[in-house]
């Protein structure tokens, strides 16, 4: 809904959602009707500069339908070329506009018709996907309809920056946050609280506890310490991280809560390789930085997909 141009030669980002609630046998979508343009598409808009792209998808799907929502997986992008604002008029160049959706469950609230957004439809995935205006859009509801609906979310992140380890003179498990990490720590309570976090765990290092700390302080949730996804625990006995990543899981599934897990970076690539060749699934590339979050869903404690986000903070950083 609310915009932000880019500067010449930039991609211009945007964001998005798949809205949905249960149905009669299947997921019903949220489609809208936008008169400036007279079409039915996905809710979608401009990320804001100060904004990671996660946090501005679930903005946008909020805004443009009125119902709250928690994101569960990511569903695709879509590439286009757009025409490109100039200062004195158009003068026929265009853009690159990228537009990056995501799974959303939707929760309370109502649609209420607006300049932007006259009209909201429910609709079953394939009834929607004939009445939405553009392919891209289609094609994206076509990758929603072939997830399953039924999952539970998990959420590991690497700790925030603690600086080096070489300069910290005292016992390593109290190694601080460093500036940058408080920063990434504040940045990712938006970014975590898109997937609807209901419990904390972290290993036992203060970068660990802190990275979790203003999330703990923004939805009044304890932070449990975890000892098995510690890096000594792991390096020790990684079995043992195994079981328990899927006991979490699991109790995520039954309480309908979803866990976020505070590790290391001696964990968090092995834990994630060993959990999608067990169950078969292709992980993206990434990274593993500090402040980076693996999204997961299950079934059943079974992996079914895993994203990854590299970092917390806005496109700008």
């Known amino acids: 809904m609310s915009g932000g141009g880019a500067a010449a030669g930039t991609v ?50 909020v805004e443009e339908t009125g119902f709250s929502a928690r994101l569960i997986r990511a569903v695709g992008n879509v590439s286009y070329e757009v025409p490109r604002r100039r200062r004195h008029g158009a003068g026929g160049r265009t853009a690159r506009k990228r537009v990056t959706y995501w799974s959303a469950l939707a929760g309370d609230g109502a649609f209420v018709a607006n300049e932007e957004t006259d009209e909201l439809r429910w609709l079953p995935v394939k009834p929607a996907s004939r009445l939405l205006t553009y392919s891209a859009d289609r094609g994206i509801l076509r990758k929603f309809g072939k997830q399953p609906d039924s999952t539970a ?42 997937f609807g976090p209901g419990r904390l765990l972290s290993a036992p290092p ?61 964990v968090i690539p092995d834990l994630t390789a060993w959990w999608a060749a067990a169950d078969g699934v292709r992980l993206p590339a990434a990274r593993n930085r500090k402040a980076s979050v693996w999204v997961l869903t299950t079934r059943d404690g079974r992996l079914l997909s895993a994203d990854h986000i590299d970092s917390p903070l806005p496109l700008e950083h």
């Not at 609630?21 to 007279?38: N, T």
């Not at 079995?239 to 899981?249: D, F, T, V």
């Open 12 to 61: 211009v980002h945007a964001a998005g959602g798949v809205l949905w609630r249960p149905g009669a046998g299947e997921p019903e979508v949220a489609l809208v009707h936008r008169p400036r343009y007279d079409d039915w598409s996905l809710p979608k808009g401009h990320v804001e500069p100060h904004e990671h792209p996660v946090v501005g998808g679930l903005r946008e799907v």
């Open 206 to 266: 203060q970068r660990c506890l802190q990275t979790l700390a203003p999330l703990a302080e923004e939805t009044l949730l304890p932070v449990a310490e975890e000892p098995t996804v510690s890096e000594k625990a792991y390096a020790r006995d990684p079995a043992a991280a195994h079981r328990r990543i899927r006991e979490i899981a699991l109790e995520g599934e039954r309480t309908g809560v979803v866990p976020v897990v505070c590790s290391q970076g001696g």
């Open 153 to 194: 979310t998990t959420v590991i992140v690497r700790h925030a920056k603690a600086g080096r380890k070489q300069g910290y003179q005292g016992d390593d498990l109290a190694r601080p946050l460093d500036r940058n990490g408080r920063a990434q720590a504040e940045a990712l309570v938006d970014l975590l609280s898109a």
